[in-house]
């Protein structure tokens, strides 16, 4: 088993900053995997504007697909 602890570290303008540590065997076992990551927000209306036409109109022809990423667009 293979624990998972990741959190948001900061937030400046559109970039997200994140941390995660992973531990074998639970939340107090020996560290196996440590990340940092970086993740630009990129609102959907860039995917709208510069996608291919048959992706967008496949996606937002899926009410799931839709309902998703008008989520993020609220909550990145």
Same mark, same amino acid.
């Given at each position: 088993?293979?624990?998972?602890?990741?959190?948001?570290?900061?937030?400046?303008?559109?970039?997200?900053?994140? !941390?995660? !540590?992973?531990?074998?065997?639970?939340? $107090?076992?020996?560290?196996?995997?440590?990340? $940092?990551?970086?993740?630009?927000?990129?609102?959907?209306?860039?995917?709208?504007?510069?996608? %291919?036409?048959?992706?967008?109109?496949?996606?937002?022809? $899926?009410? $799931?697909?839709? %309902? %998703?990423?008008?989520?993020?667009?609220?909550?990145?």
């Amino acid at each position: 088993m293979l624990h998972l602890d990741a959190e948001v570290t900061a937030v400046h303008g559109r970039k997200i900053y994140s !941390t995660a !540590t992973g531990r074998i065997g639970g939340p $107090d076992g020996p560290v196996a995997v440590r990340a $940092d990551a970086l993740f630009i927000e990129v609102k959907v209306g860039h995917f709208i504007e510069n996608g %291919r036409p048959e992706e967008i109109r496949a996606a937002m022809a $899926d009410p $799931d697909q839709a %309902r %998703r990423a008008r989520a993020f667009e609220v909550n990145p």
